[in-house]
């Protein structure tokens, strides 16, 4: 069966200081992957997704920024940090082929 | 307009009740379809995945497309309160596609 991680769980960082969010994959290979942040009452907002190592679609223009260096790894980073990137980030991921995504358990960023 | 709209509640109902959750969409292209549930401060989980119309049940659970409606209702029998949580709608047009469309989310909380 597939799993998916993300980590950290929390993280209260700076305004200004980088973020390096991880999320991976095991169990199944070349999978779609996708990061969407969630905001309290505005529902889910896709940023990123890709369907292959190095290849990184962009949904909403801001300072993040995300990579795909191995197939089952993706991240999400930001050099500097603004007040209004706190929020719930979400990692999923889906067969290629397939429609339904399925998500990890979530980082809550929180900056200051 | 939103392309879902999904009331938010909250909606609260006594534990044994049957539970009824509804999206409306207005893009004709939306033919997979999905409800989550959210509880506070985790992941989304996958509990309902269709793409046809007509109801679907698992368990406790029955989805229900109405294609010619662009309505789609999830329904709960037996209600627990281990069924408190938010529930969102998601769907997506043929092939799956890269960008799955979501509801705000209803927040269900089910009493003893």
């Known amino acids: 069966s597939q799993t998916i991680h993300q980590w950290p769980a929390t993280l209260v960082q700076p305004v200004g200081s980088p973020l390096s969010l991880e999320c991976t994959v095991e169990g199944t290979s070349n999978p779609n992957l996708y990061w969407y942040r969630q905001a309290a009452g505005r529902g889910l907002q896709l940023l990123f997704y890709s369907v292959g190592i190095g290849q990184i679609s962009s949904e909403v223009p801001q300072n993040l920024s995300a990579s795909r260096p191995q197939d089952r790894q993706f991240i999400l980073s930001s050099k500097k940090l603004l007040l209004s990137d706190s929020g719930f980030y979400l990692c999923?991921?889906?067969?290629?082929?397939?429609?339904?995504?399925?998500f990890g358990p979530g980082t809550r960023l929180t900056v200051t | 307009q939103k392309e879902v709209e999904q009331d938010p509640g909250p909606l609260s109902v006594p534990e044994g009740a049957i539970v009824s959750l509804n999206c409306t969409y207005s893009?004709?292209?939306?033919?997979?379809f999905m409800w989550y549930r959210q509880y506070s401060r985790k992941g989304p989980e996958l509990l309902m995945y269709t793409y046809s119309s007509g109801n679907k049940e698992d368990g406790r659970f029955t989805a229900q497309v109405d294609k010619s409606s662009k309505y789609i209702s999830l329904f709960i029998r037996d209600s627990q309160p281990s069924d408190s949580a938010t529930y969102l709608c998601a769907m997506s047009p043929p092939g799956g596609g890269n960008k799955l469309t979501f509801g705000t989310g209803t927040q269900l909380k089910v009493e003893l």
């Open positions: 999923a991921w889906r067969f290629p082929q397939g429609g339904e995504q399925y």
């Open positions: 893009n004709s292209a939306f033919q997979y």
